[in-house]
């Protein structure tokens, strides 16, 4: 019942920027914390970026200083403005949500892909 649907991810050039969006969708009662993963060939998932329901954050340092995570309660998405972005950026980004409906648990996105070229 319950989606999310990321959008915003592409090609762009080392130094660029892109802003990753994610919609949650479906029947819930409420969303907690939010976040951004990525995942490059042959590495592991890795949290980039989360924001708590009060608006709290966190980054991977690699990501730090460059990107931002914010949310918007009442349209119900998360957002991920990526600034000075670099080759070792590319990945596919998921965006995962912790959701209340009738039992509360983590969901995923399909993931939308960036590639950073050089």
């Known amino acids: 019942q319950v989606q999310l649907v990321e959008s915003g991810g592409g090609l762009v050039q080392a130094g660029g920027s892109l802003r990753l969006s994610c919609a949650a969708s479906g029947s819930f009662f409420s969303i907690n914390a939010m976040g951004w993963y990525r995942q490059a060939p042959g590495k592991q998932r890795e949290l980039v970026a989360s924001?708590?329901?009060?608006?709290?954050?966190n980054y991977d340092d690699s990501v730090k200083g460059r990107f931002t995570i914010s949310r918007d309660n009442n349209r119900k998405m998360v957002y991920l403005q990526m600034n000075s972005l670099k080759p070792e950026d590319t990945a596919v980004y998921y965006c995962?949500?912790?959701?209340?409906?009738?039992?509360?648990?983590?969901?995923w996105g399909q993931g939308t892909q960036v590639t950073v070229s050089s």
């Open positions: 995962n949500a912790d959701i209340t409906g009738l039992a509360r648990r983590i969901y």
């Open positions: 924001i708590t329901l009060g608006g709290s954050t």
